[in-house]
T-cell receptor, first 114, second 111 residues
Framework: DAGVIQSPRHEVTEMGQEVTLRCKPI?????LFWYRQTMMRGLELLIY????????DSGMPEDRFSAKMPNASFSTLKIQPSEPRDSAVYFC????????????FGSGTQLSVL | DAKTTQPPSMDCAEGRAANLPCNHS???????VYWYRQIHSQGPQYIIH???NNETNEMASLIITEDRKSSTLILPHATLRDTAVYYC????????????FGKGTKLSVKP
């Protein structure tokens, strides 16, 4: 199994630009999660989907952030416009919906907003 | 979900057992304890989980106290590759997996 695949691995952009992070969950998994990790705040849950439907987006910091899951094999997290404080590592994870807390994480996207 | 508390850091000698504690005194009866670890610059990795019985797998053992207010993750023979941040978290049975992670314990395995 290829695991959860995230792209790009690294993204450097300038303040004000749009950033799109991509995630391909493990085939057959029906829950997908976006986390953000910084030194100050640790791992934060931003949003999660179940069967492609957003269930809880209360962790999304601002309206500048949006996430979509158009089908079971693809999700995006978009930041528009980006700001320096958005610099972080963004992780995507997937799980079988009835497996409780057993998540499989991708390798993350390191985002730097200059 | 229950709040968990872990020591910020621990050291362990290579080849010895690493015992990582976690306090979850507010855990409810239907919440499982989950352990993950994160090796530098990688995504978190699932290790083990349990409800009230002790559990063992190829990676580690999990000991949960009878009152379920605390647990210990045991790495029986720590290696340098076990150096990582270890997270303890809890979520209820039937949860869709929206885990909340604390700061974890930074385990340093030393030669």
């Amino acid at each position: 199994d290829a695991g959860v695949i995230q792209s790009p691995r690294h993204e450097v952009t300038e303040m004000g630009q749009e950033v799109t992070l991509r995630c391909k969950p493990i085939s057959g998994h029906n829950s997908l999660f976006w986390y953000r990790q910084t030194m100050m705040r640790g791992l934060e849950l931003l949003i999660y989907f179940n069967n492609n439907v957003p269930i809880d987006d209360s962790g999304m910091p601002e309206d500048r952030f949006s996430a979509k899951m158009p089908n079971a094999s693809f999700s995006t997290l978009k930041i528009q416009p980006s700001e320096p404080r958005d610099s972080a590592v963004y992780f995507c994870a997937s799980s079988l919906g009835d497996s409780g807390g057993k998540l499989f994480f991708g390798s993350g996207t390191q985002l730097s907003v200059l | 979900d229950a709040k968990t508390t872990q020591p910020p850091s621990m050291d362990c000698a290579e080849g010895r057992a690493a015992n990582l504690p976690c306090n979850h005194s507010t855990i409810s009866g239907n919440e499982y304890v989950y352990w993950y670890r994160q090796i530098h610059s990688q995504g978190p990795q699932y290790i083990i989980h349990g409800l009230k019985n002790n559990e063992t797998n190829e990676m580690a053992s999990l000991i949960i106290t009878e009152d379920r207010k605390s647990s210990t993750l045991i790495l029986p023979h720590a290696t340098l590759r076990d150096t990582a941040v270890y997270y303890c978290t809890a979520t209820r049975r039937g949860s869709q997996g929206n885990l909340i992670f604390g700061k974890g314990t930074k385990l340093s395995v030393k030669p």
